[in-house]
């Protein structure tokens, strides 16, 4: 491929998806509030991971807002994406490192029969519906998967999950992923990537951190449609995350 091309094929395939996590009645808010700010004078249309059903003690902590739904409903209707972050958000089983990536840690979702995940996956899907949200993406509470849990899903039409190895959108078990690698702030020189953040471990700091980098990257942040439009398995998606892999097994090999 000459380089020119080949510069031109980076950089179209080079982007960021902003991914928050845990987002429920309960958490620090006034972040959320200056990430909204932020957001609508750059025009960038976030994925938030919406807890259903929170029963979660550690989340319960946080402040609370009474009209959590109704500013669900707003930030729908701006176009950003809300994902289904599991039902309850407690974890009730231990992967022992026989999730689907690996992971390890515990779960809500890994190691139950497939009658008890539609059921969690259902009263989260009820909840949604009864307050007017649309689901079509799902990430699990501890990146924590096992094959029910695909199973599950599709079951209920949703056949999208942001996370997972790679670096471009890839298929598997009928399933679109969209990669999510790192916590902190890091735009890769190449590859389709999700964030993962936690607004509830923020200060000030980490505020003004995340501002400095989305302004430095807005130009590269997409939304979740442009996302999830480059899924597939083309021979190239296939080859990149092929290599990462092998290069992520020879790092920890080192
Ligand atoms: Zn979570």
Known sequence: MPFGLLNQFISNNTSLLVRFDDICENMKWKYIEKCEILFDELNIKPVLGVIPNNRDNELLKYPNKKNFWEIVRN???????????????????????????????????????????????????????????????FFAPNHTYDKNTFLALKNFGINEIIDGYGLMPYLDHDIKFIPQLFYKNVMLP?????????????????????????????????????????????????????????????????
């Not at 990537?193 to 951190?209: A, C, G, P, R």
């Not at 597939?232 to 920890?252: A, D």
């Open 75 to 137: 930030w729908q209707s701006k176009g950003w994406t809300i994902a289904m972050h599991g039902n309850s958000h407690v974890y009730d089983s231990e992967t022992n490192k026989k999730d689907y990536f690996n992971y390890g840690g515990k779960s809500e979702f890994f190691g139950h029969s497939l009658e008890e995940l539609m059921k969690r996956i259902k009263l989260g899907l009820e909840k949604f519906n009864s307050e007017n949200i649309k689901i079509r993406t």
């Open 190 to 254: 190449f590859g389709i990537q999700s964030t993962q953040i936690h607004l509830n471990y923020w200060d000030e700091k980490d505020f003004e951190l995340f501002k400095k980098f989305i302004i430095k990257y807005k130009k590269k942040i997409i939304t979740y449609d442009q996302a999830i439009a480059r899924g597939s398995n083309s021979f190239i998606n296939l080859s990149i995350n092929f290599f990462l892999k092998m290069g992520l097994k020879t790092l920890r090999a080192l």
